[in-house]
């Protein structure tokens, strides 16, 4: 008599990103996420209660955009959202809103050690977390050509504190090193954070994620 045996599938829960960045998108996809984005419509606190440290305070700010969406996200989903932060001497450098407070940032940052901070918020049923990831860079002292030249290149916009260590790839020279932490945290988004924090969850093969990607 033969026996069939039948196996249970697991169907993993969709992924939502609660952010419109580009860049937290291409992370994303460059890891083998499969993701829909709902981009938050929770406005951006502008500034930072003092009861709030300042290394906690980026993962709030991610918690307030996943919740924003929570009630509109399909069922079962896992909701992500993030926010990234430059601190410099206990100064927090969000993006800047024009030329000169990119310059300012930027002649602030010059030739100094700073943190990139990124803080992450994950919803999925009754469950939340909040984390922070960290890394450190170091920047080069700026010549006056150096940072105008950056400026006139428009890739300032939309980064916190008026630069992104991604640059290098479009043949800009990002001006920073890093010394500790994720790369992928710079940019936006801790990855290897992030996967940890999924597979916390229990949610410990995602299909979301290409065969090709699980070995990166």
Known sequence: MAITVKHKTTVAPP???ASAS????????EAG????????TDRELAHRPHCIPVELWPACVAFRKAIAIEACAPRN????????????????LNKAANRGAAKRMLSLLSGKRHRVLTGLAIIWHKQRRMVVAESVLQMRRLSQSDLEAYLDSQLW????????IQDERSGHDPFVRLISGEWSNVVGLPLDLFKAQIASLGVHQHPQISANSANR
């Open 77 to 92: 989903s896992i909701i992500l959202a993030a926010d990234t932060t430059v601190v410099i001497d206990g100064i927090i």
């Open 33 to 40: 996420y499969r993701f829909t984005v709902i981009p938050s």
């Open 22 to 29: 580009p860049r937290r998108a291409q992370l994303l996809t």
């Open 157 to 164: 916009r939309g980064k916190a504190g008026a630069y992104g």
């Open 15 to 17: 992924l939502i990103l």
